[in-house]
């Protein structure tokens, strides 16, 4: 739950230091194998929309982690130690040795489990938010093996730039893909939230084949996400949005994000965007919507 009183609060003097934790959408996700560790062997392309999140937060003496939680989903979480935040930051503190402490507040601006990488994009955030609130030097490979432990998106969270993802999510290459960086993406979750766990349980196990993410017409021909089905068996109406939005005008590609609910689409301009949101707010005004772009590295 939210807390009222932290050092955020206490002294207006004091400027605090912000990361933007950026919304995380699969182009596509390919499901290869279910592994001997219990994880699933993937292959994805992740980009980031420009928005998402925000946290901000000061440095403090005592050694506490102080969380509050605030926006439009902040009640959907609580702010004690099995949040995210907190334990990216304890994880950090830990591995550092680091006496300090921090007072953190999370503006919740994304649905929760929602295929998005809300959870996953908070604890990347928390960790570049306090690498630079205690000033301090961390190998990258070490950031990336503490993120991993957090969760399998956390890593490629951490940097937040188009790239494959593969194995769990700790191989990671930077990807860029000619035409896609900068499009204008919708955002839309039918006010559903559904398990991961339980999707990728529903999983059939068919191995459809590698991803091809070598141009924008490949992804959008060829991609696919191996969610989606077992997704709709959990939440039909997915089927909904994605229907929706691929009847729009201008719009290149329609698909799920992640295990689902929310979905995506892509157009050629910001107008074919704004349009396909009113399309969207008239025909359900309770789906949430967020109208982006995908973020340039």
Known sequence: MPHPDTALDADASIKPATEIAYAKVNVALHVRARRGDGYHAL????VFAE?????????????????????P???ALDAGAD?????????????LGEQRGAAIRLTKNLPVASGIGGGSADAAATLRLLVRLWDVRIDPAELAGLALDLGSD???CVASVTQMVKGRG????????????????LLVNPDVGVSTAQVFAGWDRVDRGTLDADSLDALCADGRNDLEAPALAVAPVIGDVLALLAAQGDVLLARMSGSGATCFALFRSDVAMAMAARAVADAHGDWWTMETRIKCA
């Not at 949040?83 to 591995?95: D, E, K, M």
């Open 73 to 75: 989903f902040g009640g």
């Open 43 to 46: 292959e994805s392309l992740f």
């Open 170 to 185: 700790e191989q990671l290459t930077r990807h860029a893909v000619g035409g896609l960086e900068g499009l204008p993406m």
């Open 154 to 156: 956390v890593p490629a």
């Open 83 to 95: 949040n995210l935040v907190v334990r990216a930051a304890r994880a950090l503190q830990s591995f």
């Open 51 to 71: 928005d998402g999140d925000e946290l901000s937060g000061i440095a403090t003496d005592d050694g506490a982690i102080d969380l509050m939680i605030d926006g």
